[in-house]
């Protein structure tokens, strides 16, 4: 069965920092795409950033230039640094993993077949 836990939420200030992790178990972890999305209150789900096997990296617009994600394939992990954080960025944070393919839409909640429970970064002004 695979599982995804994310840790690193938090409540902090604006411009601060926060490392989100997101442990993956149940499946071969360096084949697969990942992903991280957000859901601020009231609004749908959006895309953040996401990173393919090839460690291709992918980011919404919004967090380009603020926001890193990262693979460590040994320990089964995927990281995303926030940096300059804004109090728009305030939402539940969620990774999701993928099933390897060359088609696969990376910014699309669709492709991604299981979630984390979610991690809540609240960001004040």
């Known amino acids: 069965q695979v599982q995804l836990v994310e840790s690193g939420g938090g409540s902090v200030q604006a411009g601060d920092s926060l490392i989100l992790s997101c442990a993956a178990s149940?499946?071969?972890?360096?084949?697969?795409?990942m992903g991280w999305f957000r859901q601020a209150p009231g609004k749908e789900r959006t895309f953040v950033a996401a990173i393919k096997w090839s460690a291709a990296t992918y980011y919404a617009d919004s967090v380009k230039g603020r926001f890193t994600i990262s693979r460590d394939n040994a320990k089964n992990t995927v990281y995303l640094r926030m940096n300059s954080l804004k109090p728009e960025d305030t939402a539940v944070y969620s990774c999701a993993i993928g099933l390897p393919s060359f088609s696969f839409r990376i910014d699309d909640e669709s492709w991604y077949d299981y979630w984390g429970q979610g991690t809540q970064v609240t960001v004040s002004s």
């Open positions: 149940g499946r071969s972890f360096s084949n697969s795409p």
